[in-house]
């Protein structure tokens, strides 16, 4: 199964000046966990809830609050390898950018919801037990 599959492609995004209010209101509207940060049409960080309750300033600009520079997947990688990055960057969320373009979105939710997918497959023919 690739990210393709299981991504989501009507992304919410932000730009990277507007007030870092309008990201929690984005966050809380939409019900998701982070917002993919965009300056000129390119992806340049992401906001989550948490960086918005370690944000000082109250006044402060998304960009300011961001993570600058995510993890991010290509459309056609594994979703075994999009766990790996997720699990080791310990990050809800990976952008899928196919070259410099955002195309979607993927949680754990998303590779939650695959490998729930793949695991209740049946076999369509057992193979025999071996002998004991």
Do not use: C, W
């Amino acid at each position: 199964m690739l990210v393709r599959d299981r991504m989501t492609s009507k992304v919410v995004t932000i730009d990277a000046n507007r007030p870092a209010a309008d990201a929690e209101a984005l966050l809380l509207r939409h019900r998701i966990r982070q917002l993919p940060v965009m300056r000129g049409g390119q992806l340049v960080g992401i906001i989550t809830h948490r960086d918005l309750r370690r944000a000082r300033a109250p006044r402060a600009t998304v960009s300011a609050v961001m993570t600058a520079k995510p993890a991010a997947i290509a459309p056609d990688a594994a979703i075994d390898e999009a766990a790996r990055l997720l699990r080791s960057y310990k990050v809800g969320g990976l952008p899928v950018m196919e070259g410099k373009a955002l195309v979607g979105i993927l949680t754990v939710a998303d590779v939650l919801d695959a490998f729930i997918e793949l695991s209740s497959r049946r076999p369509t023919r057992r193979s025999p037990r071996p002998p004991r």
